[in-house]
């Protein structure tokens, strides 16, 4: 299995995530897309991350599609461990909380943050690269509050996001505030909810390869790898 994608794109982390709780070991291909490379196109049209390719399978694009892909596939093996639930409105509800992150969340909070503060410093100017918009970032973190306290407001009511066991909407949301937590962005002291029910997935197994990422001339916060912050 190949997985294309790129360090710090919030949905190849989600798939990153969702296959380490599979207890699968891709290998990566990082994939800057903005450079829009010949054979990645080909792979996915969309020219987005992340996409898995299987041998004698035909590429898998987009991580709520990656991730349908592997519950049919794998789903069943991981019994009680599932991450996705048995019964209709518990998916329906996990299935509406993993499209608010991988959405929402995104276009609000992580896409801008990401755009402007680390793919901006590898793109030249006809990409798009060049200083980070200022606007763009204020707007970003505003937003980012938000999405951090509905988050502290599920983990408030739930032992998960979703229900009473973890699934794709816990990894899809912690995957999305992992890239802002690298940055400094993320007002942990704002909500001990969101910020201990994300410590507890921080300290999973599954996190540590995220955790060890890092941008050449760009530290993590201290936030980032410390699990009891």
Request: net charge negative; hydrophobic share 40%; with cysteine.
């Amino acid at each position: 299995m190949y997985l294309h994608h790129h360090p710090f794109c919030p949905h190849s982390r989600f798939v990153r995530l969702l296959l380490a709780e599979y207890g699968l070991e891709p290998e990566l291909v990082e994939e800057r897309v903005w450079e829009r490379r010949s054979g990645f196109l080909a792979l996915n049209p969309a020219g987005e991350t992340p996409v898995i390719v299987e041998e004698m399978q035909a590429s898998v694009p987009g991580a709520t599609i990656i991730a349908e892909y592997l519950d049919e596939t794998r789903g069943l093996a991981l019994a009680p461990h599932r991450l996705l639930p048995e019964d209709p409105a518990g998916r329906v509800e996990v299935r509406r909380l993993t499209q608010w992150f991988h959405e929402k969340m995104y276009v609000e909070a992580t896409e801008p943050l990401v755009r402007e503060r680390i793919h901006k410093r590898y793109m030249n100017r006809e990409q798009g690269g060049g200083p980070p918009d200022a606007t763009a970032l204020r707007m970003a973190r505003s937003n980012l509050r938000y999405h951090l306290k509905y988050i502290g407001w599920l983990a408030k009511a739930r032992k998960w996001l979703a229900g009473e066991r973890i699934s794709q909407a816990d990894l899809a949301a912690a995957a999305h505030l992992s890239v802002a937590d690298y940055l400094g962005d993320v007002p942990w002291d704002e909500d001990e909810h969101a910020r201990d029910w994300y410590a507890r997935i921080k300290s999973r197994p599954t996190f540590r390869a995220l955790l060890n990422e890092s941008i050449p001339g760009m530290p993590p916060s201290k936030t980032y790898a410390d699990l009891d912050f």
